[in-house]
């Protein structure tokens, strides 16, 4: 028998391909048929966690099947986000892919178990949340140009705490201190909630931290607060100016979307980036997202990649400016 030609080989491979294309594209389809697994790399209880249940909970409600929260923390969220990479490629572990595990960790640790570009399928971006600049009540300065000023004035005498290295927090002030050419010396917490009970009693003078941590008390006036962080301003505090306003083109926020296993057919990215958008336009999600100073960001797989790549290389010139290390 002559061997076939290699037309007809061509054809034979696209024949039997055919089924396999079409199984996936029906599997895509009809995601998800049974209940998925979301992995949140930070502890329960904190404004990620929350914005992830509530997530889930739309995402329950739009779906018809569970979305279970696995809170898998530790080293900057390097261990959620291995255990996302090595999961199954089949849809059903997704979790928690952002500034910090794909942006930031890449130069604040020596080694990763995982590869921020190649080890993932990038579903869609979820939210963004600025931090917010604010101070004890004891500093004389009431707007951003009188804190300059006063940085000008007495260089090293003011310090800024936050809630760890090589967060966006303290890379929120390093590049405050960069755009401004001021001097305030860094002190290290384990937490923003330590940091800020130093700051109300006047241990400290500035601070950054996410909006969700310190606005009870920005709220009840222990605090003055004087910009988020965001280029624009944000819903849950609109008299308060961004930092853009003073110093053009500030824009460093903490910002997460939803990742699973690389491997993901692009009609299953597809049918996922789709469902998340719907979960993410519902009004109760919105509520909740706008109360923990977070705005919901539905960009699609492509977008969410491609806001990666140019975030890397901004958080390694500000991790080297800043001297932070994990080890």
Not at 39 to 58: E, H, K, P, T, W
Request: contains cysteine; hydrophobic residues 40%; neutral net charge.
């Amino acid at each position: 028998m002559s061997e076939p030609s290699p037309t007809r080989r061509l054809l034979l491979a696209a024949s039997l391909a055919l089924p396999s294309l079409a199984r996936a594209q029906a599997e895509a389809g009809d995601w998800p048929r049974q209940p998925v697994r979301y992995i949140n790399l930070y502890a329960a209880g904190g404004a990620n966690d929350i914005l992830s249940r509530v997530f889930c909970q739309a995402m329950t409600q739009i779906t018809g099947q569970q979305f279970v929260v696995e809170n898998r923390t530790g080293a900057g969220g390097t261990v959620g986000s291995d255990a996302i990479a090595k999961a199954r490629p089949d849809g059903y572990t997704v979790g928690l892919g952002g500034v910090a595990n794909l942006a930031i960790a890449p130069s604040l640790f020596p080694t990763l178990p995982y590869d921020p570009m190649r080890d993932y399928s990038f579903i869609t971006g979820l939210y963004r949340q600025p931090n917010i600049l604010f101070i004890n009540n004891d500093v004389p300065a009431r707007s951003v140009p009188e804190l300059i000023a006063l940085l000008k004035a007495s260089p090293g005498k003011y310090n800024y705490a936050t809630g760890g290295a090589g967060t966006t927090p303290h890379l929120c002030a390093e590049m405050f201190k960069m755009m401004t050419g001021t001097d305030m010396p860094f002190v290290q917490y384990r937490g923003g909630a330590p940091a800020l009970l130093d700051l109300m009693a006047g241990q400290v003078h500035v601070m950054v931290d996410n909006l969700a941590g310190p606005i009870g008390a920005i709220r009840d006036g222990k605090v003055r607060a004087l910009a988020v962080t965001s280029p624009e301003r944000n819903r849950l505090l609109p008299d308060l100016p961004a930092l853009a306003e003073f110093l053009p083109g500030f824009d460093l926020t903490s910002w997460n979307g939803m990742i699973a296993p690389a491997g993901l057919p692009p009609a299953q990215v597809l049918r996922m980036a789709s469902l998340a958008h719907q979960a993410l336009q519902r009004p109760e999600l919105i509520r909740s997202f706008t109360d923990n100073g977070a705005t919901p960001w539905p960009v699609g797989p492509e977008e969410y990649a491609a806001y990666i790549r140019t975030q890397e290389p901004i958080m390694r010139r500000l991790v080297k400016l800043s001297g932070a290390s994990a080890g």
